[in-house]
């Protein structure tokens, strides 16, 4: 299926080498507004073929400990904002694309997307993190392993 625990900024690089390329890297200078925040709580939908994806793909990129993105942000307009590092790169970020999981997982559908996220932290973090617990518990471990927050794009 994919990686979903810190993922890796190839889905970004694709779209900013792509020739019709449309920067909205100003939605990353909302969200490090609201990080740590009462409104950090941010879902993103629009109708069909409205750049969600492309959206998720920016800000996995810009905020996920699985890559490194000092170069790829360089040239954007974020680029321009004076927090534009700050963020980069420090956090623990799930994705979660569910229309990958839809067709095949439908009866199951939380229950799958569960245990691939949790196959994910077990590559990470192998023995570490008691995965008997209740979900939510086994995410707490892994907020408090990190001293980071954990970001959730749908």
Do not use: Q
Request: hydrophobic letters at 35%; glycine letters at 4%; aromatic letters at 16%.
């Amino acid at each position: 299926m994919g990686i979903y625990f810190n993922p890796t900024n190839e889905s970004f690089t694709k779209d900013r080498n792509y020739e019709i390329y449309v920067d909205k890297t100003e939605l990353i200078a909302y969200l490090n507004k609201v990080l740590g925040t009462p409104r950090n709580c941010i879902a993103v939908s629009h109708a069909r073929r409205f750049g969600k994806s492309h959206a998720a793909g920016m800000i996995d990129a810009y905020y996920s400990l699985g890559c490194d993105s000092s170069n790829l942000f360089d040239n954007t307009k974020i680029a321009a904002n004076a927090d534009y590092k700050k963020y980069m790169n420090k956090y623990n970020v799930i994705h979660l694309d569910i229309s990958s999981f839809w067709d095949d997982f439908k009866d199951n559908l939380v229950e799958k997307i569960k245990e691939y996220i949790i196959d994910d932290f077990k590559k990470s973090f192998n023995d570490e993190i008691d995965y008997s617990k209740k979900f939510s518990v086994i995410l707490m471990s892994v907020y408090k392993k990190n001293n980071y927050s954990i970001c959730n794009h749908y």
